[in-house]
Protein backbone atom coordinates (compact mmCIF):
# COMPACT_ATOMS: atom_id res chain seq x y z
CA UNK A 1 0.00 0.00 0.00
CA UNK A 2 1.69 3.26 -0.87
CA UNK A 3 1.92 6.03 1.62
CA UNK A 4 -1.35 8.81 1.95
CA UNK A 5 0.29 12.21 1.47
CA UNK A 6 -1.91 15.02 1.74
CA UNK A 7 0.13 18.62 0.76
CA UNK A 8 -2.37 21.32 2.10
CA UNK A 9 -0.92 23.73 -0.38
CA UNK A 10 0.35 23.90 -3.76
CA UNK A 11 4.10 24.29 -3.46
CA UNK A 12 7.00 24.50 -6.22
CA UNK A 13 7.07 21.97 -8.38
CA UNK A 14 10.80 20.43 -8.09
CA UNK A 15 9.48 18.27 -4.98
CA UNK A 16 5.98 17.56 -6.22
CA UNK A 17 7.86 15.59 -9.27
CA UNK A 18 10.00 13.94 -6.92
CA UNK A 19 7.06 12.41 -4.78
CA UNK A 20 4.72 11.87 -8.15
CA UNK A 21 7.74 9.44 -9.45
CA UNK A 22 7.82 7.44 -6.37
CA UNK A 23 5.47 4.38 -6.57
CA UNK A 24 5.28 4.24 -2.69
CA UNK A 25 3.48 7.76 -2.70
CA UNK A 26 0.29 8.74 -3.61
CA UNK A 27 -0.37 12.30 -3.64
CA UNK A 28 -3.19 14.46 -3.09
CA UNK A 29 -2.82 18.13 -3.35
CA UNK A 30 -4.95 21.12 -2.12
CA UNK A 31 -5.93 22.64 -5.40
CA UNK A 32 -6.26 25.87 -4.86
CA UNK A 33 -3.35 28.54 -4.44
CA UNK A 34 -5.25 30.06 -1.32
CA UNK A 35 -5.17 28.89 2.58
CA UNK A 36 -7.21 25.59 2.76
CA UNK A 37 -9.99 26.21 5.26
CA UNK A 38 -9.48 24.70 8.58
CA UNK A 39 -12.80 22.51 8.08
CA UNK A 40 -11.54 21.46 4.68
CA UNK A 41 -7.81 21.02 6.37
CA UNK A 42 -9.78 18.83 9.52
CA UNK A 43 -11.79 16.65 6.43
CA UNK A 44 -9.05 16.49 4.24
CA UNK A 45 -6.06 14.80 6.28
CA UNK A 46 -8.55 11.85 7.58
CA UNK A 47 -6.52 8.44 6.41
CA UNK A 48 -3.55 9.94 5.40
CA UNK A 49 -0.18 8.53 7.18
CA UNK A 50 1.85 12.08 5.59
CA UNK A 51 1.07 15.68 5.83
CA UNK A 52 2.88 17.81 3.64
CA UNK A 53 2.05 21.46 5.73
CA UNK A 54 3.06 25.27 4.93
CA UNK A 55 3.83 27.57 8.13
CA UNK A 56 -0.09 29.24 7.72
CA UNK A 57 -1.64 25.45 8.44
CA UNK A 58 -2.10 25.38 12.30
CA UNK A 59 -0.91 21.29 13.16
CA UNK A 60 -2.48 20.70 16.74
CA UNK A 61 -3.72 18.09 18.49
CA UNK A 62 -7.17 18.48 16.77
CA UNK A 63 -5.31 18.05 13.55
CA UNK A 64 -3.79 14.79 14.53
CA UNK A 65 -6.80 13.68 15.43
CA UNK A 66 -8.81 14.07 12.46
CA UNK A 67 -6.06 12.09 10.61
CA UNK A 68 -6.05 9.03 12.63
CA UNK A 69 -3.64 7.02 14.13
CA UNK A 70 -1.83 5.87 11.06
CA UNK A 71 -0.86 9.74 10.82
CA UNK A 72 3.35 9.16 10.95
CA UNK A 73 4.80 11.87 9.50
CA UNK A 74 4.40 15.75 9.59
CA UNK A 75 6.69 17.49 6.69
CA UNK A 76 6.40 21.08 7.43
CA UNK A 77 7.66 23.44 4.11
CA UNK A 78 9.89 26.07 6.28
CA UNK A 79 12.39 26.44 8.33
CA UNK A 80 10.21 27.23 11.33
CA UNK A 81 8.04 25.01 13.07
CA UNK A 82 6.16 26.97 15.63
CA UNK A 83 2.74 25.62 13.74
CA UNK A 84 3.20 22.49 14.82
CA UNK A 85 2.31 21.16 17.92
CA UNK A 86 5.71 18.99 18.48
CA UNK A 87 5.03 17.77 22.03
CA UNK A 88 1.84 16.27 20.48
CA UNK A 89 3.57 15.06 17.71
CA UNK A 90 6.35 13.06 19.83
CA UNK A 91 3.28 11.48 22.25
CA UNK A 92 2.19 9.61 19.25
CA UNK A 93 5.36 9.46 17.80
CA UNK A 94 4.77 11.30 14.67
CA UNK A 95 8.39 12.45 12.97
CA UNK A 96 8.20 16.35 12.31
CA UNK A 97 10.34 17.45 9.80
CA UNK A 98 11.72 21.46 7.97
CA UNK A 99 13.62 22.32 5.45
CA UNK A 100 16.52 24.10 6.31
CA UNK A 101 18.30 24.40 3.17
CA UNK A 102 21.74 26.22 2.50
CA UNK A 103 19.73 27.94 -0.39
CA UNK A 104 16.99 29.12 2.26
CA UNK A 105 19.00 30.46 4.53
CA UNK A 106 21.22 32.47 2.39
CA UNK A 107 17.75 34.00 0.68
CA UNK A 108 17.31 34.56 4.50
CA UNK A 109 20.07 36.49 4.58
CA UNK A 110 20.23 38.58 2.00
CA UNK A 111 16.61 40.09 2.87
CA UNK A 112 17.75 40.86 6.06
CA UNK A 113 21.01 42.39 4.76
CA UNK A 114 18.07 44.07 1.87
CA UNK A 115 16.01 45.15 4.90
CA UNK A 116 19.29 47.20 6.59
CA UNK A 117 20.38 49.05 3.16
CA UNK A 118 16.63 49.72 2.83
CA UNK A 119 16.13 51.15 6.08
CA UNK A 120 20.24 53.14 6.33
CA UNK A 121 20.00 54.39 2.32
CA UNK A 122 16.19 55.02 3.03
CA UNK A 123 15.37 53.67 -0.39
CA UNK A 124 11.77 53.20 0.43
CA UNK A 125 10.92 56.75 1.62
CA UNK A 126 13.26 57.79 -1.38
CA UNK A 127 11.69 56.57 -3.70
CA UNK A 128 7.93 57.52 -2.51
CA UNK A 129 9.55 60.82 -2.45
CA UNK A 130 11.01 60.78 -6.40
CA UNK A 131 8.28 59.13 -7.50
CA UNK A 132 6.22 61.81 -5.70
CA UNK A 133 7.81 64.40 -8.01
CA UNK A 134 9.50 66.34 -5.08
CA UNK A 135 12.86 65.72 -6.61
CA UNK A 136 13.44 69.49 -7.30
CA UNK A 137 17.41 69.93 -6.85
CA UNK A 138 20.31 68.19 -5.23
CA UNK A 139 21.40 69.15 -1.84
CA UNK A 140 24.21 68.51 0.44
CA UNK A 141 21.53 67.42 3.32
CA UNK A 142 18.76 66.20 1.24
CA UNK A 143 17.36 62.71 2.73
CA UNK A 144 20.75 61.55 5.01
CA UNK A 145 20.68 57.55 5.53
CA UNK A 146 23.78 56.15 7.29
CA UNK A 147 26.26 53.77 6.19
CA UNK A 148 26.80 50.21 7.37
CA UNK A 149 30.74 50.33 7.12
CA UNK A 150 32.61 50.45 10.70
CA UNK A 151 29.12 49.78 12.60
CA UNK A 152 28.19 47.65 14.83
CA UNK A 153 26.04 44.65 14.25
CA UNK A 154 24.16 42.28 17.07
CA UNK A 155 23.20 39.02 16.03
CA UNK A 156 20.75 37.51 18.43
CA UNK A 157 21.33 33.82 17.21
CA UNK A 158 23.65 32.24 15.57
CA UNK A 159 22.50 29.16 14.13
CA UNK A 160 22.60 29.02 9.95
CA UNK A 161 20.73 32.34 9.30
CA UNK A 162 22.49 34.38 11.63
CA UNK A 163 25.89 32.94 10.59
CA UNK A 164 25.14 33.71 7.22
CA UNK A 165 24.14 37.25 7.63
CA UNK A 166 27.42 37.51 10.09
CA UNK A 167 29.64 36.52 7.16
CA UNK A 168 28.21 38.34 4.43
CA UNK A 169 28.27 42.00 7.21
CA UNK A 170 31.53 41.45 8.14
CA UNK A 171 33.34 40.47 4.75
CA UNK A 172 31.46 42.70 2.57
CA UNK A 173 30.68 46.18 4.69
CA UNK A 174 33.09 45.76 7.20
CA UNK A 175 30.86 45.48 10.03
CA UNK A 176 32.07 44.87 13.78
CA UNK A 177 30.34 41.86 14.99
CA UNK A 178 28.44 41.31 18.32
CA UNK A 179 26.48 38.04 18.96
CA UNK A 180 24.35 36.50 21.37
CA UNK A 181 23.33 33.19 21.79
CA UNK A 182 22.33 30.10 24.26
CA UNK A 183 26.40 28.79 23.58
CA UNK A 184 29.32 30.16 22.45
CA UNK A 185 30.05 30.17 18.82
CA UNK A 186 33.53 29.80 18.24
CA UNK A 187 34.19 29.03 14.53
CA UNK A 188 32.12 32.37 13.66
CA UNK A 189 34.42 34.41 16.35
CA UNK A 190 37.38 32.75 14.56
CA UNK A 191 35.80 33.90 11.07
CA UNK A 192 34.61 37.45 11.55
CA UNK A 193 35.95 38.05 15.09
CA UNK A 194 32.62 38.14 16.37
CA UNK A 195 32.19 38.95 20.24
CA UNK A 196 29.87 36.92 22.40
CA UNK A 197 27.38 39.47 25.04
CA UNK A 198 24.81 39.01 27.02
CA UNK A 199 21.60 39.95 25.30
CA UNK A 200 21.17 43.74 27.45
CA UNK A 201 25.25 44.18 26.25
CA UNK A 202 24.28 43.34 23.03
CA UNK A 203 21.60 45.75 22.44
CA UNK A 204 23.16 48.54 24.78
CA UNK A 205 26.58 47.99 22.07
CA UNK A 206 24.87 47.84 18.73
CA UNK A 207 23.77 50.10 16.25
CA UNK A 208 22.10 47.20 13.97
CA UNK A 209 19.89 43.65 15.90
CA UNK A 210 18.90 41.01 14.21
CA UNK A 211 17.07 38.46 14.99
CA UNK A 212 17.43 34.77 14.13
CA UNK A 213 16.47 32.59 16.94
CA UNK A 214 13.21 30.11 16.42
CA UNK A 215 9.76 30.82 17.99
CA UNK A 216 10.16 28.97 20.93
CA UNK A 217 9.08 29.92 24.97
CA UNK A 218 11.98 30.94 26.01
CA UNK A 219 12.27 33.17 22.77
CA UNK A 220 8.44 34.92 23.06
CA UNK A 221 8.80 38.38 23.69
CA UNK A 222 12.73 38.45 24.11
CA UNK A 223 12.34 41.76 22.93
CA UNK A 224 10.29 44.10 25.21
CA UNK A 225 9.42 47.38 26.02
CA UNK A 226 12.89 46.62 28.78
CA UNK A 227 15.04 45.85 26.05
CA UNK A 228 14.04 48.32 23.68
CA UNK A 229 15.18 51.06 26.07
CA UNK A 230 19.06 49.55 26.47
CA UNK A 231 18.99 50.09 22.90
CA UNK A 232 21.08 53.04 21.55
CA UNK A 233 18.76 55.73 20.12
CA UNK A 234 20.16 55.37 16.76
CA UNK A 235 19.83 51.79 16.34
CA UNK A 236 17.71 49.70 14.06
CA UNK A 237 15.93 46.35 14.28
CA UNK A 238 15.66 43.47 11.84
CA UNK A 239 13.50 40.46 12.57
CA UNK A 240 12.94 38.23 9.55
CA UNK A 241 12.54 35.25 12.47
CA UNK A 242 9.46 35.27 13.61
CA UNK A 243 7.00 38.09 14.60
CA UNK A 244 6.24 36.90 18.74
CA UNK A 245 9.93 37.61 19.69
CA UNK A 246 8.98 40.66 19.16
CA UNK A 247 6.52 42.41 21.51
CA UNK A 248 4.87 44.17 18.97
CA UNK A 249 3.06 46.50 21.23
CA UNK A 250 6.22 47.82 22.78
CA UNK A 251 8.03 47.84 19.19
CA UNK A 252 5.39 50.78 18.39
CA UNK A 253 5.81 52.44 21.77
CA UNK A 254 9.58 52.44 21.03
CA UNK A 255 9.03 53.88 17.53
CA UNK A 256 6.32 55.98 18.24
CA UNK A 257 8.36 57.60 21.30
CA UNK A 258 11.71 57.25 19.35
CA UNK A 259 13.50 54.96 21.61
CA UNK A 260 14.95 53.67 19.11
CA UNK A 261 15.65 54.89 15.24
CA UNK A 262 13.85 52.28 12.71
CA UNK A 263 12.72 49.04 11.87
CA UNK A 264 12.90 46.23 9.13
CA UNK A 265 10.18 43.73 9.70
CA UNK A 266 9.60 40.95 7.61
CA UNK A 267 7.21 38.88 10.35
CA UNK A 268 4.11 40.28 12.53
CA UNK A 269 3.46 38.82 16.03
CA UNK A 270 0.01 38.24 14.65
CA UNK A 271 0.69 38.21 11.06
CA UNK A 272 -1.27 38.75 8.97
CA UNK A 273 -2.16 41.62 10.72
CA UNK A 274 0.83 44.26 11.09
CA UNK A 275 0.10 45.15 14.70
CA UNK A 276 -3.19 44.30 16.53
CA UNK A 277 -5.00 47.57 16.83
CA UNK A 278 -6.08 49.58 14.18
CA UNK A 279 -4.23 52.61 15.17
CA UNK A 280 -0.59 51.18 15.76
CA UNK A 281 -1.93 49.45 12.37
CA UNK A 282 -2.33 53.11 10.69
CA UNK A 283 0.68 54.59 12.54
CA UNK A 284 3.01 51.59 11.63
CA UNK A 285 2.19 52.24 7.71
CA UNK A 286 2.91 56.18 8.18
CA UNK A 287 6.08 55.51 9.56
CA UNK A 288 8.59 56.69 7.11
CA UNK A 289 11.53 54.54 9.34
CA UNK A 290 10.00 51.35 8.81
CA UNK A 291 10.49 48.94 5.89
CA UNK A 292 7.85 46.30 6.10
CA UNK A 293 7.70 43.18 3.89
CA UNK A 294 5.21 40.24 4.17
CA UNK A 295 7.09 37.53 5.22
CA UNK A 296 8.58 37.66 1.95
CA UNK A 297 12.47 36.89 3.29
CA UNK A 298 12.35 33.26 1.81
CA UNK A 299 10.34 34.07 -1.27
CA UNK A 300 12.98 33.24 -4.34
CA UNK A 301 12.43 30.89 -7.00
CA UNK A 302 15.87 29.51 -5.92
CA UNK A 303 14.82 29.30 -2.03
CA UNK A 304 11.39 27.85 -2.42
CA UNK A 305 12.57 25.48 -4.88
CA UNK A 306 14.45 24.14 -2.28
CA UNK A 307 12.46 24.13 0.51
CA UNK A 308 10.22 21.59 -2.02
CA UNK A 309 12.90 19.53 -2.94
CA UNK A 310 13.92 19.09 0.91
CA UNK A 311 10.75 18.38 2.24
CA UNK A 312 9.90 15.81 -0.12
CA UNK A 313 13.25 14.46 0.01
CA UNK A 314 12.70 14.13 3.79
CA UNK A 315 9.57 12.04 3.12
CA UNK A 316 10.86 9.97 0.36
CA UNK A 317 13.78 9.34 3.43
CA UNK A 318 11.35 8.51 5.86
CA UNK A 319 9.64 5.92 3.40
CA UNK A 320 12.03 4.22 2.88
CA UNK A 321 12.60 3.36 6.67
CA UNK A 322 15.55 5.73 6.93
CA UNK A 323 15.45 9.13 9.75
CA UNK A 324 14.95 11.89 7.60
CA UNK A 325 17.85 14.54 7.04
CA UNK A 326 15.92 17.24 9.07
CA UNK A 327 14.00 15.88 11.60
CA UNK A 328 13.00 18.44 14.50
CA UNK A 329 13.86 17.43 17.95
CA UNK A 330 11.68 18.25 20.64
C1 LIG B 1 9.66 30.92 6.79
O1 LIG B 1 9.37 31.76 7.60
C2 LIG B 1 10.20 29.67 7.18
O2 LIG B 1 10.21 29.35 8.37
O3 LIG B 1 10.65 28.94 6.27
C1 LIG C 1 16.99 29.66 12.31
O1 LIG C 1 16.56 30.80 12.37
C2 LIG C 1 18.36 29.34 12.01
O2 LIG C 1 19.24 30.10 12.43
O3 LIG C 1 18.60 28.32 11.33
Do not use: C
Not at 34 to 63: F, M, N
Not at 151 to 175: E, Q
Not at 295 to 320: C, D, G, P, V, Y
Request: glycine share 6%; hydrophobic share 40%; no cysteine.
Amino acid sequence: MPYKLFVTRSIPDVGIKLLQANKNVSLEIYERDQQIPRRELLKRVHGKDIILSILTEKIDKEVMDAAGPQLKMIANYAVGFDNIDLKEAAKRGIVVTNTPHERVNESVAEHTIALLFALTHRIVETDAFTRAGKYHAWGPKLLLGTDLVGKTIGIIGTGRIGSSVVKRLYDGFGMKVLYTDVVRNMDLEKITKAKYRTLPKLLAESDFVSIHVPLLKSTQHLIAAKQFKMMKPTAFIINTARGPIIDEHALIEALRHKTIAGAGLDVYEFEPLIAMNPKDIKELRQMKNVVLTPHTASATIEARQAMSETAAKNILTFIRGKAPPNAVRT
